[in-house]
Every structure is written in C-alpha cells, then in structure tokens.
T-cell receptor
Framework: GNSVTQMEGPVTLSEEAFLTINCTYT??????LFWYVQYPGEGLQLLLK?????DKGSNKGFEATYRKETTSFHLEKGSVQVSDSAVYFC???????????FGTGTRLLVSP | GAVVSQHPSWVICKSGTSVKIECRSL??????MFWYRQFPKQSLMLMAT?????????EQGVEKDKFLINHASLTLSTLTVTSAHPEDSSFYIC?????????????FGPGTRLTVL
C-alpha cells in the first residue's frame, strides 16, 4: 500500500538554525509528493510539491527534492524563523491532489 | 487565497447523541469536499470524498451510516456523527477542491475537535 513516514517531533531549534525534517514514502506507482504546513488555529496549507523524480519543490525558503532512489522527500530550510513554528505534514498522492496520504506530522518549535 | 471554514471548532457531547460539523468554502465553489479524521500523533486519514449533488464515497472501514455526509451546495458540506460514542472522539478536518479535474489543490479547514463523554 501507500504510506508516508516522517520524523517524530517536536523539533526544537533556535532562530537562524538549519532545518531538516525527514520524510520517506512507500508507494505503488509514481506518486506526487507534498509538504503541508499547519499554523496554530489554521488549516493545512500547501507549502511545496514535486511531481516526478529529481524535481525540487521550493517556497518561502523551504526546499524538498523528490529522491526516487531513496524514496525520500526531506524538507529543508537554511535559516528558520520564529514564524516558521508550525506542524509540517509530508504527503503523497498517486492521483494528483485528489487522494492524499499523510504522514503523522512534525511539530517545529523555533525560539528567538 | 482560498479559505475553508469549519464550525464548530470544538464540541463536547454526551454518548448517544448526534453531532453535525459544517465545512464551508468561503470564496470559491467547491465541487469536491473531503473529510479526514486525525487521532493524536497519527496521520490524517481520509474518511470520505463528496461531490456536490451526489452521494459521498467512503473509504474502506468507514461506516457510512455512522458518518453521514451531505454536500448539498457548492459551498457547504456537513458531516454528522450519529449516535456518537467515546471512540468517535477525534479531530475532524475537511478540505475543499474547486474542481473535479485531477491535480486540483485541496484547501483545508482548521478542524473540529469532537469529544464524546
């Protein structure tokens, strides 16, 4: 079946630190991969996506590269800010956006 | 951007009662809406997909008579948890998509926390 595994949190960092949140997947077929972010009290928002191997998704300083050989889609940011504190969800879809399979979410806490 | 609201944001009810949760797309018409359930420290699990004007499609293992979904208009879908029991306590999240075309983005509501006593 299709599944997503991401690192447990919380991840606690100081402002301007480098961020990596690991995400690996298992899928039948060729999935599209996504990172969603959920800020406190708000709904999940699409952060970035990649639809095929070696694609790099990027947005707001965050990046993730679709690695087929390692079935991974790790999220990175070079310098985090307090405002990046949120829960980050890795997800995949075999059918575009229509049926999403989510990881468990990783809470990021950034202190000044 | 596209905004999806949910009401209520939290609800506490007694065992055996029914609870209705509303999901609204505020600034776009949602042809398709999705309902998810999330347990603590677990993934969002898709419960059902509903298309406006037709019956919802439920995922395997989800009781359609327990979780009634209505998508009567292009901006509103409701999830009714019937005869709720403590094991139904969870975080329910909806999302909405403006089109049936594959590849269309889902926009998520903030979720509703249901606690059944």
């Amino acid at each position: 079946g299709n599944s997503v595994t991401q690192m447990e949190g919380p991840v606690t960092l100081s402002e301007e630190a480098f961020l990596t949140i690991n995400c690996t997947y298992t899928a039948t077929g060729y999935p599209s991969l996504f990172w969603y972010v959920q800020y406190p009290g708000e709904g999940l928002q699409l952060l970035l996506k990649a639809t095929k191997a070696d694609d790099k998704g990027s947005n707001k300083g965050f990046e993730a590269t679709y690695r087929k050989e390692t079935t991974s889609f790790h999220l990175e940011k070079g310098s985090v800010q307090v405002s990046d504190s949120a829960v980050y969800f890795c997800a995949l879809s075999i059918t575009g956006f229509q049926k999403l399979v989510f990881g468990t979410g990783t809470r990021l806490l950034v202190s000044p | 951007g596209a905004v999806v609201s949910q009401h209520p944001s939290w609800v506490i009810c007694k065992s055996g009662t029914s609870v209705k949760i509303e999901c609204r797309s505020l600034d776009f018409q949602a042809t398709t809406m999705f309902w998810y359930r999330q347990f603590p420290k677990q993934s969002l699990m898709l419960m059902a997909t509903s298309n406006e004007g037709s019956k919802a499609t439920y995922e395997q293992g989800v009781e359609k008579d327990k979780f009634l979904i209505n998508h009567a208009s292009l901006t509103l879908s409701t999830l009714t948890v019937t005869s709720a029991h403590p094991e139904d306590s969870s975080f329910y999240i909806c999302s909405a998509s403006p089109d049936r075309v594959l590849g269309n983005e889902q926009f998520f509501g903030p979720g509703t926390r249901l606690t059944v006593l």
